[in-house]
Nanobody, 121 residues
Framework: QVQLVESGGGLVQAGDSLRLSCVAS????????MAWFRQPRGKEREFVAA????????WYGDSVKGRFTISRDNAKNTVNLQMTSLKPDDTAVYYC??????????????WGQGTQVTVSS
């Protein structure tokens, strides 16, 4: 089992930056592809970014490409999401996930509880 805990969410203004972190316990993350998804209120969960087990490859959703950066530190069992140039449309609950390297949420076996990001205009 892998337990994931996200942190770093909050209320920011449009154009600001925010860094989300996901810390794992129970098992090393080095064997898992990792991803961030988000779910705006009343909408479906959507893919944000993914990173391979080694961190050598990354993948981004079209709406965040060029603004968000996913990274990982396997020694610290953490995955981060650096978000810049935030927009009100980025407002959502952000979830960390562990599993395969894919943009499909069904490819992930473990999920955190989520952290709220709110971007005001």
């Amino acid at each position: 089992q892998v337990q994931l805990v996200e942190s770093g969410g909050g209320l920011v203004q449009a154009g600001d930056s925010l860094r989300l972190s996901c810390v794992a316990s129970g098992r090393t993350l080095r064997n898992y592809g990792m991803a961030w998804f988000r779910q705006p209120r009343g909408k479906e969960r959507e893919f944000v970014a993914a990173i391979t087990e080694s961190g050598g490859s990354t993948w981004y959703g079209d709406s965040v490409k060029g603004r968000f950066t996913i990274s990982r530190d396997n020694a610290k069992n953490t995955v981060n999401l650096q978000m810049t140039s935030l927009k009100p449309d980025d407002t959502a609950v952000y979830y960390c996930a562990a599993g395969s390297y894919t943009d499909n949420l069904w490819g992930y076996d473990y999920w955190g509880q989520g952290t709220q990001v709110t971007v005001s205009s």
